[in-house]
């Protein structure tokens, strides 16, 4: 059974960084790490699942919503089996419960962007910006 597990999360002030790391686990069966997409969303209270990004199966391709462009960077390493999300320029707005998520959708990256179309999450990580 697949896991992913999320882990970087925090308390920081407006303007900061975080990392947050995603480790899977459990690949096996004809299924591989490597051959899934990967993406980052995002829940806060009282709010539907946003997508945050995504990366292709090699790291090759990627795509960001809005709220991320310019300031969020996504990547994986397919050795180690992980997904990272470094967060810079963080806002208020920017807090929330952060999953990690694996899609075996044949779907391109740059429409990848539905909750729906990802197979497996994790458990959340929580960020929450001070102002």
């Known amino acids: 059974q697949v896991q992913l597990v999320e882990s970087g999360g925090g308390s920081v002030q407006t303007g900061g960084s975080l990392r947050l790391s995603c480790v899977a686990s459990g690949y096996m069966y004809g299924r591989s790490f490597d051959r899934v997409a990967m993406g980052w969303f995002r829940q806060a209270p009282g709010k539907e699942r946003e997508f945050v990004a995504a990366?292709?199966?090699?790291?090759?391709?990627?795509n960001y919503g809005d709220s991320a462009k310019g300031r969020f960077t996504i990547s994986r390493d397919n050795v180690q089996n992980t997904v990272t999300l470094q967060m810079n320029s963080l806002k208020p707005e920017d807090t929330a419960v952060y999953y990690c998520?694996?899609?075996?959708?044949?779907?391109?990256?740059?429409?990848?962007?539905?909750?729906?179309?990802?197979?497996?999450w994790g458990q959340g990580t929580q960020v929450t910006v001070s102002s």
């Open positions: 990366v292709s199966w090699n790291g090759a391709v990627t």
């Open positions: 998520a694996a899609s075996s959708s044949v779907v391109g990256i740059t429409r990848l962007f539905r909750p729906d179309q990802y197979n497996d």
